[in-house]
């Protein structure tokens, strides 16, 4: 059997048998983009979401993991682990990165993905959990099975986009990266933001 509509990328598409050690990705940007896209929630298609501020470049293929929400269960991890106040999750898909030596030229792709570890990110007080990864495959990337084994480099370029990527003159920054995990724990936010979205298509329904 096949389609013949297009799947809605955050409700249509499986996140994979493997989960949540292998996971399907639906990437929305790629490091080239000079403009934040993000899937609209009610179509599925990409919309603007806003030009990436001054040179702030999203450090690797970002997106999100299909059928999974950070809601109460995302929350409840982050507020386990951290004295920062957390009012809840952040009500949108678990967003990952993926680390390839191969250039992606656009967003609107789905690929497989080995999450390694990932950040607790507290946004305006809300969990916005990021999830690192590598691409399935890849000669470069796959080597790696932990967040730490990564070069600091690379962790210190996360770490700077997410704490300067909403940031704007004579405001006050709102995310705080409040600890970062290793693979095993990304699991335990994975299966957190697949039961959440269990719990949102219950009350949907």
């Not at 080239?32 to 599925?44: F, L, N, P």
């Not at 990266?177 to 936010?189: D, H, K, L, P, T």
């Amino acid at each position: 059997m096949f389609r013949t509509d297009k799947a809605h990328p955050w409700h249509g598409i499986p996140i994979g048998d493997g989960a949540p050690a292998e996971v399907t990705v639906f990437i929305e940007i790629v490091p080239r983009d000079t403009v934040k896209y993000e899937v609209d929630k009610e179509t599925g298609y990409l919309k603007i979401d806003r030009p990436q501020q001054y040179s702030n470049v999203v450090p690797a293929n970002y997106g999100f993991i299909p059928q999974t929400y950070c809601d109460s269960g995302i929350a409840e991890l982050a507020r386990a682990k951290t004295e920062i106040t957390v009012n809840g999750g952040d009500g949108d898909p678990l967003d990952i990165l993926v680390l390839s030596e191969h250039h992606i030229p656009r967003g609107d792709i789905i690929l497989k993905a080995r999450p390694i570890g990932g950040f607790c990110l507290i946004d305006d007080n809300e969990a916005d959990d990021k999830i690192i990864a590598v691409l399935k495959g890849d000669k470069v990337f796959e080597q790696y099975e932990e967040i730490s084994q990564l070069p600091k480099g690379i962790l210190e370029r996360f770490e700077h986009y997410f704490l300067t990527y909403k940031s704007l003159p004579d405001a006050p920054n709102v995310c705080e990266i409040a600890y970062s995990y290793g693979r095993e724990a990304s699991f335990e936010v994975i299966s957190a933001a697949i039961d959440d979205y269990a719990k949102l298509v219950g009350k949907l329904r």
